[in-house]
């Protein structure tokens, strides 16, 4: 059985900075393509940022690009989602996934995906 826990949700300041972290049990994580998605209030989940089990290549959303950053540790089975210069407009949920596709952040959100419960972010201005 697959299972996403995340971490490190929290409430930030503009400009500050958070890491969520994705622990991952049930599955051979080195070769999942994995990804994270935000929700907002009122707003449709959408994609911000994959990482390929391939050959650990990135793809972020347009709004995160330059400020987040998403990397993997095989050995701990976890990946991450580095988030600096964070803005109001970040406050959302936060959900770790294994994506089919990472081959763009279009593509990320098709297919069959392993969700994690989600974490808290909340910046304020």
């Known amino acids: 059985q697959v299972q996403l826990v995340e971490s490190g949700g929290g409430s930030v300041q503009s400009g500050g900075s958070l890491r969520l972290s994705c622990a991952t049990s049930g599955l051979t994580f080195q070769y999942w393509h994995l990804g994270w998605f935000r929700q907002a209030p009122q707003e449709e989940r959408e994609g911000i940022a994959c990482?390929?089990?391939?050959?650990?290549?990135?793809h972020y959303a347009d709004s995160v690009q330059g400020r987040f950053t998403i990397s993997r540790d095989n050995n701990k089975s976890e990946f991450y989602l580095q988030m600096n210069n964070l803005k109001p407009d970040d406050t959302a949920i936060y959900y770790c996934a294994t994506v089919p596709f990472c081959v763009s952040i279009t593509a990320m959100v098709y297919g069959d995906h392993n969700w994690g419960r989600g974490t808290q972010v909340t910046v304020s201005s």
């Open positions: 990482i390929s089990g391939l050959d650990n290549s990135t």
